[in-house]
């Protein structure tokens, strides 16, 4: 007789387990809503996730300017976002996504995600916001000469 081999049962996680990812979704929802009102408050950025999207990813798009440059500009200071999602990264056009929810003229290409961990802390957050900042600042600056 062939005997199958049944695969074990997922291992229930602890009560402990459950609590800390509850904290951590609790803080990833804090940190999603004040960088939600940061990006509503900038006159070139646009909010592209509803209130009740996953806490721990916030997608933003920018006007006239590439998300690979916030990318870069975010990496010169340490901090690590992305332009899309995993399983579209290799792809440079628009996203179908992107072309569905159908952003105004120039904001198609400035779209980047930004994804909280369990490591990052609410001063990381602060970083984001005050790089952001800065990067208007600069943009704001060439536009004016």
């Given at each position: 007789m062939h005997l199958i081999p049944v695969p074990k049962r997922k291992e229930r996680k602890s009560s402990y387990d459950r609590e800390a990812?509850?904290?951590?979704?609790?803080?990833?929802?804090?940190w999603?809503?004040?960088?939600?009102q940061f990006f509503a408050e900038l006159d070139d950025c646009k909010v592209l996730a509803p209130n009740s999207s996953v806490p721990y990813i916030l997608s933003v798009a920018f006007i006239n300017i590439t998300g690979e440059v916030v990318v870069n500009f975010l990496q010169e200071r340490d901090i690590i976002v992305s332009t899309s999602s995993a399983c579209s990264s290799k792809n440079s056009d628009v996203s179908h996504v992107i072309e569905a929810i159908r952003l105004p003229k120039g904001f198609e290409k400035g779209v980047i995600r930004i994804?909280?961990?369990?490591?990052?802390?609410?001063?990381?957050?602060?970083?984001?916001m005050?790089?952001?900042r800065q990067l208007m600042q600069l943009l704001k600056r060439g536009i004016g000469k």
């Amino acid at each position: 007789m062939h005997l199958i081999p049944v695969p074990k049962r997922k291992e229930r996680k602890s009560s402990y387990d459950r609590e800390a990812e509850e904290v951590d979704l609790e803080k990833f929802r804090r940190w999603k809503n004040e960088l939600q009102q940061f990006f509503a408050e900038l006159d070139d950025c646009k909010v592209l996730a509803p209130n009740s999207s996953v806490p721990y990813i916030l997608s933003v798009a920018f006007i006239n300017i590439t998300g690979e440059v916030v990318v870069n500009f975010l990496q010169e200071r340490d901090i690590i976002v992305s332009t899309s999602s995993a399983c579209s990264s290799k792809n440079s056009d628009v996203s179908h996504v992107i072309e569905a929810i159908r952003l105004p003229k120039g904001f198609e290409k400035g779209v980047i995600r930004i994804s909280f961990g369990k490591d990052q802390t609410i001063d990381e957050i602060h970083q984001i916001m005050e790089a952001v900042r800065q990067l208007m600042q600069l943009l704001k600056r060439g536009i004016g000469k």
